[in-house]
């Protein structure tokens, strides 16, 4: 068994996958991001990274990271810290793994600028049977990333079990409508094309 040390195990495929989503140097939020292995890997593509987390030990571990910006913040009991005259910051990118606290579903989709992208995975229904997390507080039900994200541009999802190890996982990339363009023929323009 290959053990990790925390924060520098590889970052999850589906974050690679869809990471190109993310516009070229554009500013990412890893929410709830632990010992960082996301944060690591955007900043290695050249991202400026806000690492957000309650836990003071993991984020220690990202102190000195080029073009990473550390958040300590407790977002389940304390105000959203990422404000501007308190309206949500907003980033090109939010990424949450293996995170749900539902209430903060509203401030996830506000902090999402125009074409930012949400690249969201966490447990879901059925991973009781195969192990922790079993509450169903930490648990997505069907189709729950579909519903909040039904105001985005939904470009993957899945929701099903997989393997080494075991777990029931759900799994989205969502874009945010671009700003609208002035002065310009809409009908005239192309699509955005988002590569598979």
Not at 59 to 82: C, F, H, K
Not at 105 to 134: D, M
Not at 147 to 176: K, W
Request: aromatic letters at 8%; proline letters at 8%.
């Amino acid at each position: 068994m290959t053990t990790h040390t925390h924060g520098l195990e590889p970052a999850s495929a589906w974050v690679q996958r869809w990471s190109h989503l993310v516009a070229p140097g554009g500013q990412v939020l890893d929410l709830a991001c632990g010992h960082g292995r996301h944060v690591r890997w955007f900043a290695e593509q050249g991202h400026v990274v806000v690492a957000l987390d309650r836990n003071p030990d993991a984020l220690a571990s990202l102190q000195g990271t080029d073009r990473v910006q550390i958040v300590l913040a407790d977002i389940e009991n304390d105000p959203w810290p990422l404000t501007n005259k308190g309206v949500p910051q907003q980033f090109d990118a939010v990424v949450v793994t293996h995170y749900l606290w539902r209430p903060l579903f509203p401030v996830i989709l506000q902090s999402l600028a125009p074409a930012g992208v949400l690249i969201y995975e966490t447990f879901a229904e059925g991973n009781a049977s195969v192990g922790k997390p079993s509450r169903p507080d930490f648990l997505l039900q069907t189709g729950e990333l579909l519903r909040i994200c039904s105001d985005l541009r939904v470009v993957a999802f899945e929701d099903g079990f997989a393997e080494q190890p075991d777990r029931f996982i759900q799994r989205i990339a969502a874009l945010r409508a671009p700003a609208p363009s002035s002065g310009h023929d809409t009908a005239a323009i192309a699509p955005r094309r988002y590569r598979l």
